[in-house]
Nanobody, 122 residues
Framework: QVQLVETGGGLVQAGGSLRLSCAAS????????MGWYRQAPGKQRELVAT???????KYADSVKGRFTISRDNAKNTVYLQMNSLKPEDTAIYYC????????????????WGQGTQVTVSS
């Protein structure tokens, strides 16, 4: 069984920085990509950033230049460095693992973390 655990959320002042971490645990054979999504109150969940095992990244336009996604494949961990935070960044941030195969699985599956709250005060 695969589990994703996010850490690093909290309350910060506008203009501040925060780093989120997400570690995937279990007997993992491979992961196609990992990423971060967020959901603000009354809004749909949206993509923030993704990174493939090969290092290709994708960012939402709203966070380009401010957020940086990185990974440590050996530790099955993905990070999200968030700088110049704005109140509109306030949301629950969810870690996503795409195309994860365990050592016993035939098909890949997607997994989600429990989410971590990020609140940016003005």
């Amino acid at each position: 069984q695969v589990q994703l655990v996010e850490t690093g959320g909290g309350l910060v002042q506008a203009g501040g920085s925060l780093r989120l971490s997400c570690a995937a645990s279990g007997s993992i054979f491979s992961i196609s990509a990992m990423g971060w999504y967020r959901q603000a109150p009354g809004k749909q969940r949206e993509l923030v950033a993704t990174i493939t095992s090969g290092g290709s990244t994708k960012y939402a336009d709203s966070v380009k230049g401010r957020f940086t996604i990185s990974r440590d494949n050996a530790k099955n961990t993905v990070y999200l460095q968030m700088n110049s935070l704005k109140p509109e960044d306030t949301a629950i941030y969810y870690c996503n693992g795409n195309g994860i195969r365990t050592i016993t699985s035939i098909r890949s599956e997607d997994y989600w973390g429990q989410g971590t709250q990020v609140t940016v005060s003005s």
